[in-house]
């Protein structure tokens, strides 16, 4: 009920600045070519945790033959797909109607538990709906970005986003090809990793206390919210050729920006303030901690989503280094406080997502109120920020680790009394 509530209320906040809000947007998906294709598929293979592979492959089947049919049905009618993607409606009418059946034709635990599979599955493109509707919100109600606090503070880092932008560069359309791809389906790496984790729902007919979409759900729920108290662009906007005339100058990649007295600046109502902090690097460090406990090619796939999302979000020119420190620290505390709401409050997991809650609000007034003493001051700063940061992983590590069962040694038999 608090979901939908929330949809309904960002659904009549998009509508009050013309826009299409979450609910609208998925609905349009049902007939209309959709935004977001091979996301509808991942989706309905979340659903499919709950199905026996029986039903998986009368599902998977059924949502690729209603796709052929659209598509000929567009065809026939001469109806081109100009926007979005020309399949994936398909999948969304598979996972209504599990939802129906559900209704109609199951009863008591098996209905709660196919439910649970449905609601997953629209949770997941909600969810980008979602992010989708804050972004435009933010463009429309935030006309000041603190861009420039942020690049002076990132001097301290040594402007990665800079030296990270000429290499993309140098790699050429392979390497920023390879990238952007990365960087555009990580949501179906998330789906990847998140179907291992609930593969045995089919069979325990229940869900785990904590897996990775409900770290991601999360992630996207809270992330937007800084984004409106700390709107930013990015390098490639603000000091890029993307930012036309709105852009301080067109410096990046090749000239790093200036130490200078950073001050607020207005922006166009169209780019997005998604800077601070970076949730693509929120949610791939999510992809990355969830892999660890898989088998070793997904624990090497997660390091590579990691390490290439953090390449394509500075190598682009979307977020500056101080984004990413912040992203990380944002993660952190939100794994451990939903992994502590799954096994119950403890001492450690408060004391950790209170240190982790003051770490990231210190970056973040660091970031906009310390910006020129951070520039000045590289080598005091620059590991500063790389020590906080590295003290909430440490704190994550150890606090997980006490959390992990313990294997005790068989009990052995007591000798026999002769």
């Excluded at 293979?45 to 949502?63: D, F, K, N, P, S």
């Excluded at 930012?243 to 200078?260: E, F, H, I, K």
């Excluded at 992994?339 to 409050?345: F, I, K, M, Q």
Aim: hydrophobic share 50%.
């Amino acid at each position: 009920m608090v979901t939908l509530g929330f949809l309904i209320a960002l659904e009549m906040a998009a509508r009050h600045y013309g826009l299409p809000g979450p609910i609208v947007a998925q609905a349009q998906e049902v007939v209309f070519a959709p935004q977001s294709g091979f996301l509808l598929y991942a989706s309905m293979a979340l659903t499919m945790v709950v199905l026996t592979w029986r039903q998986r492959l009368i599902a998977a089947g059924t949502a690729i033959a209603i796709d052929a049919v659209i598509l000929l049905v567009r065809w026939v009618a001469d109806a081109p797909v100009t926007e979005g993607h020309p399949f994936g409606n398909g999948a969304l009418w598979v996972i209504l109607g599990c939802a129906v059946i559900a209704v109609t034709r199951r009863t008591g635990r098996e209905r709660v538990l196919l439910l649970k599979g449905v609601g997953l599955g629209l949770l997941l493109v909600a969810g980008r709906k979602t992010g989708d509707t804050w972004l435009l919100i933010t463009s429309k109600t935030r006309p000041i970005v603190l861009d420039q606090y942020v690049a002076t503070a990132d001097h301290a880092l040594g402007n990665p986003s800079w030296l990270v932008g000429r290499i993309v560069t140098a790699t050429g359309p392979v390497g920023a090809h390879i990238l952007d791809s990365v960087y555009t389906l990580l949501p179906v790496a998330a789906v990847v990793v998140a179907m291992y984790q609930l593969r045995h729902v089919a069979v325990e007919r229940r869900f785990p206390g904590h897996h990775l979409v409900r770290t991601f759900l999360v992630i996207g729920l809270l992330g937007p919210a800084i984004y409106m108290i700390f709107p930013v662009v990015g390098p490639v906007f603000a000091y890029g050729a993307d930012g036309g005339p709105w852009a301080v100058a067109n410096l990046w990649p090749n000239t790093s920006a200036p130490v200078s007295v950073p001050h607020h600046m207005s922006f166009d109502a169209i780019t997005p303030r998604n800077c601070m902090p970076s949730l693509h690097t929120a949610w791939a460090t999510a992809i990355f901690i969830h892999s660890r406990k898989g088998p070793r090619v997904l624990r090497y796939a997660g390091t590579f989503w990691l390490l290439a999302t953090l390449a394509a979000t500075l190598g682009f020119g979307y977020h500056y280094g101080a984004d990413i420190v912040a992203g990380v620290v944002f993660t952190l505390t939100i794994e451990v406080a939903l992994r502590s709401l799954a096994r119950g409050w403890d001492r450690s997991g408060i004391q950790l997502v209170a240190y982790g809650a003051v770490v990231f609000t210190a970056l973040l007034v660091s970031y906009r109120y310390l910006p020129m003493e951070m520039a000045n001051h590289p080598w005091v700063f620059g590991p500063l920020i790389i020590l906080a940061m590295t003290s909430v992983v440490h704190g994550y590590v150890r606090t997980t680790e006490l959390w992990e069962p313990k294997a005790t040694p068989a009990r052995q038999p007591e000798p026999e009394m002769v």
